[in-house]
Each structure stands twice: as C-alpha cells, then as structure tokens.
C-alpha cells in the first residue's frame, strides 16, 4: 500500500524536462554499451548500473523522460515495500510502517527517486543487502541469504563506487550480531564462524575484481572531481 502511494506521489515529476547532472548523464552514456559500462569508468557522474537499465529502458519504451527515468522509479518502489518488508521482520507491523512513511516524507527520497541518477539504487541495494544478512543468521535461509547479499552488495558497488564503503560495515554488524547471539557455555566453532562469513568473502572478492577492471579509470575519475570540487564547491 504505501509502495503505490508513493509511485502515485512520484509519477508526476518523470515527465519533466532533463535537468542538471542527469542530463550529462544522459548525453555521455546512452550510447555505450553495458560492457563498456562495465569496463571503463569515465567519471564519478558514471552512475553504470543506472545508465545499463536505463539504456535498456529507452531502448524497449523510445527515447523520453519517462523511460530514461523508468529504473529510479522502479527501484524507489521496491525500496518502500523492502524497508517495510525489514521492519515488519525486526521490530513489526508498527515500526515497519513508520519506517516507510519516512522514506516517503524524505524530501532527498523523493527526489532522487524522479531523477535520472543512480542513487536510488543505492539505497535499494543497500536494504537489499542488510535483508540478505538477517537472511544468513537463520540456517533454513542461508542460501537465500547469501545470494541475495552477493548479487546486491556487487551491484551495491557498480551502482556507485564509493558505496563499497557500506560492505564492511555490514560484515562487522553481521560479526556483532552473532556474537551477542552465542551461547556463552558453548566453545565458538571457527569453522561454522568462518561458513557463515564465506558470503562475504565471495562478495569482497567480486568486488575487488570489478574494482581491478576499472582501476584505472577509477583513479582518474577521483583526480579529476578533486580538481572539479577545488574551483566549483570550495
């Protein structure tokens, strides 16, 4: 329910003119390919996994403001009904409702969620993420754990770069979690420890391979928006 309340909340603004850094995003990428996406990073306005679907979305419904904006949209949907989805599985149906009236009032959220950039992934990728790890602290879903963890921190990174900062922190929780949840008069068996963070391991290793591919694109992409923020942000 308030997934489609805010698709309703949200369907106005996709018809609007290009504006800002999504029409550089637009005119630089919508002709590459997604190998090319995949391969080269050009600069930090390179949001890949957004222009792969959004290219894909031009492609199916024609060249316009909606299809190019079509994957935020979506994936601001699926972002309500996750958070949602999470409270209703960590605290219940009142926190989870809470939660998702909150990121329907955010200003930012609704923003982004209109706007042909790649951060509304990000936050979908991220909820995604946290649900695959409380999927791992159960036995009977730790398959579905970990391919929902892997699939979503890897396109947590190619969404945007800098997201990889977020794994970590969710292997430590992961870690802290378990921790708590020992029983003290039983011996830690590092060998079920190191199973449950195999995922994790596999995950970093994805991640260190695309990060290899683009490394060097990625280091100029850094210089340069050091020298873009010197004469334009400071």
């Known amino acids: 329910m308030w997934a489609f309340f805010f698709a309703l909340l ?21 002709s590459s390919t997604p190998f090319q996406l995949l391969t080269q990073y050009a600069d930090p306005n390179q949001h890949t996994l957004f222009s792969i679907l959004s290219n894909s979305s031009i492609q199916i419904f024609g060249e316009n403001e909606v299809a190019f904006r079509l994957p935020v949209f979506f994936a601001a949907i ?17 926190v989870a409702g809470f939660a998702a009236l909150l990121m329907i009032g955010s200003a930012r959220n609704f923003y982004w969620a209109q706007h042909g950039r790649g951060y509304m992934f990000s936050e979908l990728l991220a909820l995604a993420s946290v649900f695959g790890v409380t999927l791992l602290l159960k036995e009977k879903s730790y398959k579905k754990g970990t391919w929902i ?26 870690i802290f979690v378990l921790w708590e949840s020992r029983n003290s008069e039983i011996s830690i068996s590092w060998t079920h420890l190191g199973k449950k963070l195999l995922p994790f391991i596999f995950l970093a290793t994805l991640t260190a391979g695309y990060f290899l591919i683009i490394y060097d694109d990625l280091i100029l992409g850094i210089e340069a928006y050091k020298k873009y923020s010197k004469v334009y942000l400071n």
């Open 149 to 174: 963890l892997i699939l979503s921190g890897l396109g947590l990174c190619i969404a945007v770069p800098s997201n990889a900062y977020f794994l970590p922190a969710c292997g430590l929780a992961f």
């Open 78 to 94: 699926f972002s309500v009904f996750l958070i949602h989805l999470l409270g209703q599985r960590l605290w219940g149906g009142r």
């Open 10 to 30: 949200c369907l106005p603004g996709l018809k609007a003119p290009l504006s800002g850094n999504e029409t550089s995003t637009y005119y630089d990428y919508v």
